[in-house]
């Protein structure tokens, strides 16, 4: 049974920060392209970073030098770690899972229909 469950949202004053956590279960983590999307109200999905097990990130414009994905792989926990946090930001943040090849993954990455695996999502609201 493959489940995902995000933790650490929460509200933030503008420059603040926040750390997103998805602890996964049910799947082997280290084979798998993990990724954070998030969805603003009346928006669209919107991917926002991945990373591999060999440590490989990317990351969307918006974010670049801001946010921080990481993994733990012993603990098959992601992290999003936030800082400089503006209200755009606000949104519902969702952790993903999918089965690609690492150039897919890190290199050229696609939408969200490349992940079969999702969590519930945990709400960022920044003001």
């Known amino acids: 049974h493959v489940q995902l469950v995000e933790s650490g949202g929460g509200s933030v004053q503008a420059g603040g920060s926040l750390r997103l956590s998805c602890t996964a279960s049910g799947f082997t983590y280290t084979t798998y392209c993990m990724a954070w999307f998030r969805q603003a109200p009346g928006k669209e999905r919107e991917w926002v970073t991945a990373?591999?097990?060999?440590?490989?990130?990317i990351y969307a414009d918006s974010v670049k030098g801001r946010f921080t994905i990481s993994g733990n792989n012993a603990k098959n926990t992601l992290y999003l770690q936030m800082n400089n946090l503006a209200p755009e930001d606000t949104g519902m943040y969702y952790c993903a899972a999918g089965f690609m090849t690492q150039y897919r993954c890190t290199e050229a990455p696609g939408g969200s229909s490349d992940f079969g695996y999702w969590g519930q999502g945990t709400q960022v609201t920044v003001s």
């Open positions: 990373t591999r097990s060999d440590g490989s990130t």
